[in-house]
């Protein structure tokens, strides 16, 4: 069918157009009618289409590679951040603990609920503070 009848084709049925073989042909029948200066344009616009394309594949590729990074680099920030955190809370309360003895779970809680800030404040706070109670007044005060 296909090559007795493709000179009288004007469109293609969809029934042949599905097959990608016949895709391909009608492709290169089409190509051989061309005129050479024809040729180089649709050669030119293949050719840009698929500049175009990778262009675009690379911008995207650029794009998650530069999410990452800052994902990276914003996790390891805040992972720092919660890390010194983390040493400022268990330092003070090893500071108290030494100092006063044992520290009851609410006061515990009530210094690891801190921000870094606070926690610094306490630190420079906590020798001219006598007694657990004074401590605890100093977090209700400030």
Known sequence: YFLKNTSDLEIVPDSISEVSEIRQALNIAERASLRPEELDEVQNRELFITSYEGAIVRAKEEAREKGREE????GLKEGLK???KEGQ???ILRLLSRRFGTISSGLSSSIESLSSEQLSVLGEAIFELDSLEKVAE?????
């Not at 994902?71 to 914003?74: A, F, N, R, V």
């Not at 100093?138 to 400030?142: A, P, S």
């Open 82 to 84: 919660e890390g010194l």
């Open 89 to 91: 809370v268990q330092l």
């Open 138 to 142: 100093f977090l209700r005060n400030n």
């Open 71 to 74: 994902g990276l680099k914003e």
